[in-house]
C-alpha cells in the first residue's frame, strides 16, 4: 500500500530508527512499510496517524478513488 | 526513549532501536547455545564413522548426555522463544508467520512423499532429522528475506 510515511518523517527530520522508537517497532519494520512492502496493522496505522496528527487515509493510500474513475 | 534532538544519521549508523537491540541480544543468546551445545554434543560422541555430519548422525550417546539436550531443546528453547515473540514487532511477526507457513507446506508435503516413496522402495530411509533441519531452514530463510530484504 502507497503512503507518505518517509514525507512526513522527512518533514520533522527523524531517521527511521527514531521513527522506530516512537512507534516502538524496529527500523527494519518502518523501511518496510515506507516501501510498501509491509502494510501495518490498524492498531499501528492508528499509532503512525496519531503521531503525525493526520487521518489515516490521508497517510495511507490504498488505491480506492470511490468510483470517480467510472 | 531516543534523543530526538541528535544529529540525524546516514542510514547505515543509525543506533539500534530498544526492540532492536533486546531482538538481537536475544539472537546472540540462541546462536551461544546452539554453540555451546553443539560443541557438547561433539564431545560426547564416540565415533562418527562414515556420517560426516554430526548433527545428522544417528550413533548413540550417553543417557545423561541425551537428557541434559533434550531438556536444552524441550525446556530452554520454549523458554526463549516465547520471550522472543513477546519482543519482537508485527513485522517481524508477520515475517516469522509467513516463514513458518512455507515450512509447515514443505514438511506437510515431503515427509509423507519420502515415506511412501521409501514403502515403494524407490529411495532410502526417510530421514526425520534431514527434514527437520530443511523445515527449519526454511522457515528461517523466509524470515529473514522478510525482515532484511524487504
Same mark, same amino acid.
Request: with cysteine.
Given at each position: ?13 527523524? #531517521? ?7 512507534? %516502538?517497532? #524496529? ?13 501495518? #496493522?490498524?492498531?499501528?496505522? $492508528? *499509532?503512525?496517524?496519531?503521531? $503525525? %496528527? ?5 497517510? $495511507? %493510500?490504498?488505491? $480506492?478513488?470511490?468510483? *470517480? %474513475?467510472? | ?10 542510514? =547505515? ?17 540462541? !546462536? ?9 554434543? !561433539? ?11 554430526? /548433527?545428522?548422525? =544417528? ?9 541434559? @539436550? !533434550? ?11 516465547? @520471550? ?10 508477520? !515475517? ?7 515450512? @509447515?507446506? @514443505? ?26 533441519? /530443511? ?16
Amino acid at each position: 500500500m502507497k503512503n507518505k510515511l518517509k514525507v512526513l518523517r522527512a518533514m520533522r527530520d527523524w #531517521s527511521q530508527a527514531q521513527l522506530g522508537e516512537h512507534l %516502538d517497532v #524496529s527500523r527494519q519494520a518502518v523501511n518496510a512499510i515506507e516501501t510498501g512492502k509491509y502494510d501495518p #496493522s490498524l492498531p499501528l496505522a $492508528f *499509532k503512525i496517524a496519531r503521531l $503525525f %496528527d493526520l487521518p489515516i487515509e490521508e497517510i $495511507f %493510500d490504498d488505491g $480506492f478513488n470511490g468510483g *470517480k %474513475d467510472a | 526513549m531516543t534523543d530526538l534532538t541528535e544529529a540525524k544519521m546516514p542510514k =547505515n549508523d543509525e543506533p539500534l532501536t530498544k526492540k532492536e537491540r533486546l531482538n538481537r541480544n536475544i539472537l546472540i543468546g540462541c !546462536a551461544l547455545l546452539g554453540g555451546i551445545t553443539g560443541g557438547a554434543m !561433539a564431545m560426547v560422541v564416540p565415533d562418527l564413522g562414515e556420517q560426516p555430519l554430526l /548433527t545428522l548422525s =544417528n550413533s548413540e550417546i550417553p543417557a545423561s548426555a541425551a537428557i541434559i @539436550f !533434550a531438556i536444552i531443546w524441550g525446556f530452554f528453547l520454549p523458554v526463549i522463544s516465547i @520471550f522472543w515473540h513477546r519482543t519482537v514487532d508485527e513485522q517481524e511477526a508477520h !515475517a516469522y508467520k509467513e516463514g513458518a507457513y512455507y515450512a @509447515f507446506y @514443505f514438511y506437510a508435503i515431503a515427509a509423507p512423499v519420502w515415506w511412501i516413496l521409501w514403502r515403494g522402495g524407490l529411495v532410502p530411509e526417510p530421514n526425520g532429522i534431514v527434514i527437520y533441519y /530443511t523445515t527449519l531452514l526454511i522457515c528461517g530463510a523466509v524470515w529473514v528475506k522478510k525482515k532484511y530484504m524487504s
